[in-house]
């Protein structure tokens, strides 16, 4: 199946660097992350195009032929614009659904307001990375267990020992307050991964200079010539990503049911 979207392009390159499997089924891909079975988005299906009236269910049940264990019911969808509207069949189904903005940046500048307290370097060691965790578990997404940090930590560790990108963070003292990672995909491309900032540290310019410090790292040390990110259109987060010059360039659609907590 040949990918159009950016986002899918560099999603699937920095997943199989983790160690996911991708299989190309020619009418979709079928994404599994075996280490990670409760990763919901290295378990999923991506599809050419939006499912038209009517398809959504033969989509779910070859979803669950292919994850018969899974409580998760997630999907892709290839294309470089559209809106949520397009995803309606799955909406009848009682999924969500999400159209991301894929933004894209060939040069950045500092924020407006950037923060000088903190101290911003890679992440090494056992305890950094125990901070990591703590740092995921701490957010506001409902569905991200210990266990599912863990084992996305040691994914993303096991990337950046291998010189693939890196993870950065921003630190008060001995506190992880920001981090986010920056891996090599292809092409020149290097994507953003993970961009999250404590709920107590929000609103300091902590993840806008953190988002200048690992972009520079993406152009003077991996060599990259375009960074990708993609942000959720409704979230305040976006306007730091613009602020350093991050620009709207794809949007990118999803569709998923999953369980509660």
């Excluded at 999923?44 to 033969?58: N, R, V």
């Excluded at 990672?181 to 300091?204: K, M, S």
Aim: aromatic share 8%; glycine share 10%; hydrophobic share 40%.
């Amino acid at each position: 199946m040949h990918l159009r979207s950016l986002a899918n392009r560099t999603d699937l390159a920095l997943l199989r660097l983790g160690g996911s499997e991708v299989e190309d089924r020619g009418t979709h891909l079928v994404v599994r992350t075996p280490e990670n079975p409760s990763f919901y988005w290295g378990n999923f299906l991506l599809l050419p195009q939006a499912p038209a009236a009517g398809e959504a269910e033969e989509w779910v049940r070859r979803f669950c032929r292919e994850f018969p264990a899974a409580r998760h019911r997630t999907f892709g969808v290839d294309g470089a614009d559209g809106s949520a509207d397009d995803l309606a069949a799955f909406v009848d189904l009682g999924f969500e659904t999400e159209a991301s903005v894929v933004m894209t940046a060939r040069s950045v500048h500092e924020p407006p307001r950037p923060n000088r307290e903190a101290v911003y370097r890679p992440l090494r060691g056992d305890e950094d990375w125990r901070l990591q965790i703590e740092l995921s578990v701490a957010g506001e997404n409902e569905h991200v267990t210990r266990e599912f940090a863990t084992r996305r930590a040691k994914a993303q560790r096991a990337i950046t020992e291998a010189g693939h990108g890196q993870w950065f963070g921003a630190f008060l003292g001995d506190r992880l307050v920001s981090t986010m990672g920056l891996v090599r995909a292809e092409g020149g491309l290097a994507r953003f991964q993970e961009v999250q900032t404590h709920p107590d540290a929000r609103g300091r310019g902590l993840a806008g200079t953190l988002v200048h410090h690992v972009s520079r790292f993406g152009f003077d040390e991996l060599g990259a010539d375009t960074l990708v990110m993609v942000a959720d259109p409704d979230y305040l987060a976006i306007r730091v990503y613009r602020s350093v010059g991050f620009a709207d360039t794809e949007t990118q659609l999803a569709a998923s049911l999953l369980p509660k907590r």
